[in-house]
DNA sequence: TATGAATGAGATTTCATTCAT
DNA sequence: TATGAATGAAATCTCATTCAT
């Protein structure tokens, strides 16, 4: 479990390379994990940012971005996990937070352009949360392409009426929740 | 992070305590760990099959379960946040996985009863990990008891109009997500 | 095995002691173990040397001196075993020393008396050391005192036959082993 | 003593290697000590078998047989002591068992081939052990090789007069005590 | 007289890292 | 470029002993 769980050992043993040999390629065993998931990473925040800038002007639907982001994701798994779920005790531990920043930015907008005014920043810190939870765990379970995309689609389906929900709500709230 | 990354020589040197004395109330650093999460734990699992059970009767409303399992687990925020996100290692390990088809159980009812027809086990799944991650990030921001409710409220809204998307949608998947 | 492996902790459990009280009454765990053996030990040191003196002056049979060793020795079964077979790191850790030293004297003496001359230190050395083992196995055995002094006197049959046969076989070696 | 009371630490301290080197090596301290004797181990058990089938068939006398025993013994003096005599706490505690049924075994042929009739388990328990521990006294003395098999020859005079005597005077067994 | 709690040293084991070759 | 061996620190756990009460 997670970067310092894991020992070298172990990760040589399996990658049939002996301890000694990672030493020559890296400085150390942050760097290794580092090296793994850089591309991954800049390349994720890359993405991140464009489908941001989409979203903002309204170049793409929601739905098509989950699309571009998942298929992103699903090509570079393994990195995805280790970045996002393995990286305590690394450098890139922090990295989530700014894709959490990405994804409350843009709920923070949907808020504002459709619902009735300011958002409540802490209850969007939650819903990014769930959103990204949901993201990993699509990412986690062991479907096809076509199944991850049709389930990504259901989640956003999803999403969409809970925000819709909850704006309407917003000016009767104590109506809608019973 | 997480219970097996927990050095007992750091938890008892800021406790102030010698490792050693650490072995005179537990037999072991699990036992430890087993001791201050098990009451907790176990009145959890029985609230958990309570709240199933009168949604299953429809004797309460989901906003009123959301409330009462938010006010259980706020009053036991850090055995809760021990239990389910730092028991890998333990004997514990493996006991959100209890919670998480208690979630899943009543997810599947809402489909069968209100949406058209059976449910699709992933997406489930899916939902009920965004779910659960939901109460967790609630539990960890730092909120007072009506902060923390209100919020809660909220996500159940969100959760709602998700759902009602959803089933809705079934029928005519294609138009919703575009 | 042994005194050095049995815990303080582990021995007061079994008692139903507390280890603190343990110090109330003796100075340390080695304290401890002595005043257990301590008698015993005293008490076979003069017993042994009674019986020497015995057999020196021919006053009993070699099998009457073994029936009333072996008796004494039934009588502190767990005294003795602990004195002999557990006391590595206390100060009676050579203790046993004596009594080979007292079965090797009468081992020399009886090839004295019986035998043709001298008798050799080394041949004598296994044989005390042979002898004591099939004492302290008698012992070991969960025999009744009647079983235990029959088998007793077998050993002395044997152990007689022994001497007898490496007596009379030291003029003509050659023959006897074929 | 024995395998428990010895200190890695100490053990690599006189060998002037760190502990963790050990580790590179060998799993466990368990790993190390069976690896140093495991072969001793299995050819002291063929040799036992051969050894007993030899005397079974009447092939080679027992003074033969115990020659090549103690030479056996003699060269792997080190792996043997330790195998025997300190392996408590290994898996090798239980091997001296297989050894003790195999001298049993060759006393019991003994006793129905030249004594009158069966003969007692107990009894012969108790000699197995002593003969036995002749053995591994013998082993201890620092002798040359020769004195070793004059000493191991004349045990073999020892046991068989012993025998002798023993498997006489079962028929009047009480004349022979006194 | 006895207890419960605590200590500190030392045991086995693991691990990231280094180094000679 | 790569290996096998080794290191030293730190982890969990055990134990004889001490001490306040």
Request: one cysteine or more; a negative charge; charged letters at 30%.
């Amino acid at each position: 479990m997670g970067f310092e769980k894991a020992s070298l050992r172990r990760i040589c043993q399996k990658a049939g390379v002996t301890t000694g040999a990672v030493y020559f390629f890296f400085r150390n065993k942050e760097e290794l994990f580092c090296q793994i998931v850089s591309d991954t990473a800049n390349e994720l925040s890359v993405l991140g940012n464009e489908l941001l800038e989409l979203e903002f002007h309204e170049l793409e639907t929601g739905a098509d971005c989950d699309a571009r982001l998942m298929e992103f994701l699903y090509r570079r798994k393994d990195e995805i996990l280790l970045l996002l779920e393995k990286s305590a005790g690394t450098r890139y531990a922090s990295y989530s937070e700014e894709l959490y920043r990405q994804i409350r930015e843009m709920f923070s907008l949907f808020f504002q352009r459709f619902g009735d005014g300011a958002a409540e920043p802490e209850l969007i810190r939650i819903l990014a949360e769930m959103r990204m939870k949901g993201f990993l765990e699509l990412l986690k379970g062991d479907y096809s392409m076509e199944q991850l995309l049709r389930l990504t689609r259901q989640i956003g389906v999803y999403a969409d009426g809970g925000f819709r929900h909850l704006t309407a709500g917003q000016a009767h709230n104590t109506d809608m929740e019973n």
